[in-house]
């Protein structure tokens, strides 16, 4: 990409009951945001504005429904749903067809080449399972329409990286779900990804699973001794710097942090709790692994605040400034 063009972002409005509309209205009038990336909101404007008088914020301007028209930040009318069809903070499944609407948009817009890159509100998985769409997450509708298999989360900022070699998982199918072969894979895409945002070598750091990293088999089914030690040493043949595993209720230590590029968590609330508690205003959610960049905040629909005019937009605009940066080093 050209120094002198911006990159174009695919911002999804997310779940229309949520707070994503107004995170996104908010996001159009940050002017910082506007002289690093040109972000388009995959959206209803009608939604966009109902909740702009709901919040007391600007209404939306440049709205298009032509996606090739818009040459600064606006909006890209996709008329997926009413303002009749939903009541803002419940859950239905109009709101949950809507945000998959947004997001398959922005996903087929990334692929032509239409936009340089995706970030996305959140949606609401209650909602999409309402509407018939059988995908726990933005994450693995993103890998299954781009025919990714090699794939993971990953949570970062200025303070703590963590990826996740499984996710949207309950804990009772986690154990089954470890082998060598996927630890390996996540160390090995977020050893890339860490690589590409340091300009460096970055140091990993592995957690175990269970309390005291399996005390050498006597917690767990020995997933250490099968599985997670095993990858750490392939990797570790491979020439990729990474310690452990250690046990996961010590190894995010301030000390520790500081010391460590990126984390590699084995299943979602291990890295998602302290994350959230370090960073929840600022984290950023990227997706490793897909032939498109998409970024993400870091936060639900938080429905208990949504279209009150009280949501934090500061995640969302770290998750577009991050697309940006990555845009443009492609």
């Not at 120094?3 to 174009?8: E, K």
């Not at 300009?199 to 050498?216: D, F, S, T």
């Amino acid at each position: 990409m050209s120094p002198s063009v911006l990159p174009r972002i695919a911002v999804t409005m997310g779940d229309p009951a949520g707070v994503g509309p107004e995170i996104c209205l908010r996001l159009l009038q940050d002017q910082q945001i506007r002289l690093q990336c040109t972000p388009i909101i995959f959206g209803d404007a009608q939604v966009l504005e109902q909740a702009a008088s709901h919040c007391n914020l600007p209404n939306p301007d440049n709205i298009h429904t032509d996606l090739a028209s818009i040459q600064t930040p606006g909006v890209y009318d996709l008329k997926a749903i009413k303002s009749t069809d939903f009541e803002p903070a419940h859950i239905n499944a109009h709101t949950g067809l809507a945000a998959y609407t947004y997001l398959t948009a922005a996903i087929d817009a990334a692929k032509n080449k239409s936009i340089d890159a995706i970030a996305t509100a959140p949606l609401n998985k209650l909602a999409l399972n309402q509407a018939g769409i059988d995908f726990p997450g933005h994450t693995e509708i993103l890998a299954d329409q781009t025919n990714t298999e090699d794939f993971c989360m990953m949570l970062t900022s200025q303070n703590l990286t963590c990826s996740f070699v499984t996710a949207h998982v309950g804990y009772s199918e986690v154990p089954a779900l470890l082998t060598k072969e996927l630890i390996l894979d996540n160390i090995r895409i977020t050893h890339q990804a860490m690589k590409r945002l340091r300009g460096r070598e970055p140091k990993l750091v592995i957690c175990g699973l269970n309390p005291h990293a399996g005390e050498q088999g006597l917690f767990g089914n020995q997933e250490e001794e099968k599985a997670i030690i095993p990858a750490t040493k392939a990797a570790r043949d491979l020439g990729i710097n990474i310690e452990g595993p250690f046990p996961p209720d010590t190894v995010f230590l301030k000390w520790r942090r500081e010391k460590t590029d990126a984390f590699i968590c084995m299943y979602h609330d291990q890295g998602h709790i302290p994350f959230k508690a370090l960073a929840f205003e600022e984290g950023v959610n990227i997706t490793l692994g897909l032939p498109i960049i998409r970024t993400s905040v870091d936060h639900g629909t938080a429905l208990d605040i949504a279209w009150q005019g009280k949501a934090n937009v500061t995640s969302l605009c770290e998750a577009v400034r991050l697309a940006g940066q990555l845009a443009a080093g492609s």
